[in-house]
């Protein structure tokens, strides 16, 4: 970011660095989905469709001239309505099974899924430490999630799998 910004300068316009850890006044999420980086999924962070979700994403605001992009469907917010992966796995319990419409509106103008931060920030605040619906989520195993696009894959060769499976609860999962 720092490289794109000077060069960004070296060309005449003035720009601002937004880092993605630390102060910042931007939602580097919202402009990510506008922008096309990625869609939105379940747990509330962006997914790239190559990338997967882990990631930083920082912004840089200029004044330079651009084109445009628009947000990009490419199956992830509705892989996650059949994918439950994150809402199983996270301990905290703040990830929901079905969207909603007091959740505003996703990328796609779809309801959102309403993340509940009053169970989550506890679970940080305790541990010192959450992200762990990004590890546990398909898209992080993009060898894996790209079964469900068609292609080959390096793990499976043999396998392609046009749609996901049904969802799958462990043993005392209760469908709150
Ligand atoms: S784990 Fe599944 S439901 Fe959750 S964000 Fe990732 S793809 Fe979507």
New binding site residues.
């Given amino acids: 970011m720092i490289s794109l910004a000077a060069f960004i300068r070296s060309l005449g316009y003035s720009c601002r660095v937004e880092h993605p850890i630390g102060d910042s006044d931007v939602l580097h999420i919202t402009i990510g989905l506008k922008a096309g980086f990625g869609e939105l999924?379940?747990?509330?962070?962006i997914?790239n469709p190559k990338l997967g979700?882990l990631f930083r994403m920082g912004s840089i605001i200029t004044d330079m001239p651009l084109q445009t992009d628009k947000p990009i469907d490419a199956g992830?917010?509705k892989?996650?309505?059949?994918?439950?992966?994150?809402?199983l796995?996270y301990p905290a319990n703040a990830?929901p099974d079905e969207r909603s419409a007091a959740a505003g509106k996703d990328h796609l103008g779809n309801d959102r899924y309403m993340v509940d931060t009053a169970k989550r920030f506890p679970y940080f605040a305790k541990h010192n430490y959450c992200s762990i619906?990004l590890p546990?989520?398909?898209?992080?195993h993009k060898e894996w999630?790209r079964d469900f696009e068609g292609f080959e894959t390096k793990l499976w060769h043999e396998i392609i799998t046009e749609e996901p499976p049904p969802p799958v609860y462990p043993a005392g999962y209760k469908n709150i």
């Avoid at 999924?41 to 962070?45: L, Y």
């Fill in positions: 999924g379940r747990h509330g962070s997914i979700p992830i917010a892989f996650c309505d059949n994918c439950r992966a994150c809402r796995y990830i619906c546990v989520c398909v898209y992080n999630a």
